[in-house]
């Protein structure tokens, strides 16, 4: 079984519809993110999340949500998906004793299709 | 703020042929910095990874040396097989407040039998 596992793999959505992809770990670590990747574009941070009280604002964190509802779990929202929301998403996590190397571990991803 | 420039792709190679990918980064302080790989259909995962300046990072017969003076961070393999196409990025991580890893926009390998 996969160590970082995010569901679902695919979705299909209309415009203005609810969406949350969900991300559990079990490598025990503390840390959290979620990535979102376009062709051309690399792959940009949305939020991350360093325990279940602390949440922080990434890069492109407009129009998403995240709720860290325990330290396995980490699911990011959007309230209301739009078309230029299409992406592949990542969830990833790291270790807080190795902050300074950053090294993540990243589940296999979510592809969402918004219409 | 932190950047992460590589070279656009796809690159195309022959089997056994020679591969370099150029990365160069911008950053405050001493940043850790990393090759990851994508396989087709799969997540990213960690290629090899350097912590400081003049480390050298080696895994999977692919190599890549934390050059400061030239902010560089070169992938090189000297022979690639079909396995190897994949898309590869280069990350740095600087380990001030901002946490997560900044990407490069990754390249796209393709290795022809």
């Known amino acids: 079984d996969a160590d970082v596992t995010q569901t679902p793999r695919n979705r299909i959505t209309k415009t203005g519809k609810r969406i949350m992809l969900e991300c559990s770990q079990t490598?025990?670590?503390?840390?959290m993110y979620w990535y979102r990747q376009d062709p051309g574009l690399g792959l940009r941070l949305i939020y991350y999340s360093f325990d279940v009280k602390d949440i922080n604002k990434g890069e492109i964190s407009d129009g998403y949500s995240v709720s860290r509802q325990a330290q396995a779990k980490f699911s990011l929202s959007l309230e209301s998906a739009i078309p230029n929301q299409t992406a592949l998403y990542f969830c990833?996590?790291?270790?807080?004793?190795?902050?300074?190397?950053?090294?993540?571990?990243f589940g296999e991803g979510s592809r969402l299709t918004v219409l | 703020g932190n950047s992460v420039t590589q070279m656009e792709g796809p690159v195309t190679l022959s089997e056994e042929a020679f591969l370099t990918i150029n990365c160069t980064y911008t950053?405050?302080?001493?940043?850790?910095l990393f090759w990851y790989v994508q396989y087709p259909g799969e997540g990213l995962q960690l290629l090899l990874k350097a912590t400081k300046a003049d480390d050298k990072g080696s895994n999977k017969g692919f190599e890549a040396t934390y050059r400061k003076e030239t902010t560089s961070f070169h992938l090189e393999k000297g022979s690639v097989q079909v396995s190897d196409s994949a898309v590869y990025f280069c990350a740095l991580s600087s380990g001030g407040g901002a946490d997560g890893l900044t990407f490069g926009k990754g390249t796209h390998l393709i290795i022809q039998p």
């Open positions: 490598k025990g670590h503390d840390r």
């Open positions: 950053a405050t302080g001493y940043p850790s």
């Open positions: 990833a996590t790291s270790d807080g004793q190795r902050q300074y190397t950053g090294e993540l571990f």
